[in-house]
């Protein structure tokens, strides 16, 4: 059934905007691990996913996000909720092709161990990999559709196979083997469209149980319908009963593995300033222009990292120092 407060008309109509269905696809993603119903295991705890969703900042300070709040290394604490903020995130990795930009603040120190190198390298691989399947599929969807609970678990599940709308605007186009977007989040493969006059007697010929699951009369189900459609435009228009199956393949999947290398590439980074941390050689608090007063260790060879004084932000890693570095945008 159509989500409370959308004009059942038509539906929405191909291509899928990348921007328009991330952060649906990415809520979708974190609450369905929460709930155990994603299929396969994000490597998330429940806690985190819900700090990501959480829209209360002092409600989530107790979550510890180990990862910066987009590509920039040195935005600081990002605003709530943080899934907004990450899929931004997903969205340029998966624009660009890459986990490393050339705008990320990130030192060399990061890729000379060679085993770190080999991991940037397979994460690329697979940012660009993922990235382009994702977009290859939004690509290939032609209709969107929105439906409210419980009918859009029920499409989920799979208990739910027939989706019931008035023959009206672009519904006429849907055929067999059309994808179609529910939710901006589940992917299914329409089987077949077929004609009625009413939604009585779609019911009738379909089955309760695979239109309305846990709707126990025809009466109860025609007045379901009847908060969407007035009989008078049922019965100038008709009925399509959209006969639905799930793929295999589902855009939230493939999000879902960009989202478990994205958190191994946050790892990486805070394994690098564990490195400098532990070698540390130089440490100092000064004043650094534009951020003030700042935290700031070094190695022995240069390179470093900054906090605010007060160490509630991470502003960004450090290079060695140069002759001209201003002029080589050298991070200082």
Partial sequence: ??????????????????????????????????????????????????????????????VNHPFPSSNDFSEGVPSHPLYKKFASALQQCIIS???????????ELLFEDESLQDMKIQ????????????LHMLNSIKFELHVQEPYFSQLKDGMKTVEG???VGNYNRIQSGDLVFFNKCLMLEVQDVRHYSSFLEMLEA????????????????????????????????????????????????????????NFNK???????????????????????????AVF?????????????????????????YMVNGHLKKWRH
């Fill in 206 to 261: 379909e089955t309760l149980k695979v239109v309305l699951p846990g709707v126990l009369t025809f009466e109860e189900g025609v007045k379901i319908y009847r908060n969407f459609y007035t009989e008078e435009k049922e019965q100038s228009n008709g009925v399509l009963a959209i006969s639905v199956d799930r793929p295999a393949s589902q855009p939230y999947a493939v999000l879902s593995d960009v989202i478990m290398a």
């Fill in 266 to 292: 946050n790892q990486l980074a805070n394994e690098v300033i564990t490195r400098i941390i532990g070698h540390c050689q130089w440490l100092n608090v000064h004043i650094v222009q534009p951020h003030g």
């Fill in 165 to 167: 709308r008035c023959a």
């Fill in 1 to 62: 059934m159509e989500e409370s407060g959308v004009n059942p008309t038509s539906p929405g109509v191909s291509p899928v905007q990348l921007n328009d269905c991330l952060e649906d696809l990415l809520k979708f993603i974190l609450q369905s691990s929460i709930n155990g119903t994603l299929g396969f295991n994000l490597g998330l705890s429940p806690d985190f996913c819900s700090g990501l969703l959480n829209h209360d900042d002092h409600n989530a300070e107790h």
């Fill in 123 to 134: 994460w690329n691989e697979l940012i660009s990999q993922k990235g382009s399947e994702l």
């Fill in 296 to 320: 700031e260790i070094r190695n022995s060879q240069g390179y470093g990292a900054r906090w605010s004084a007060d160490g509630t932000k991470f502003i960004g890693f450090l290079e060695p």
């Fill in 97 to 107: 092709g890459s986990f490393f930009s050339s705008s990320e603040n990130v030192p």
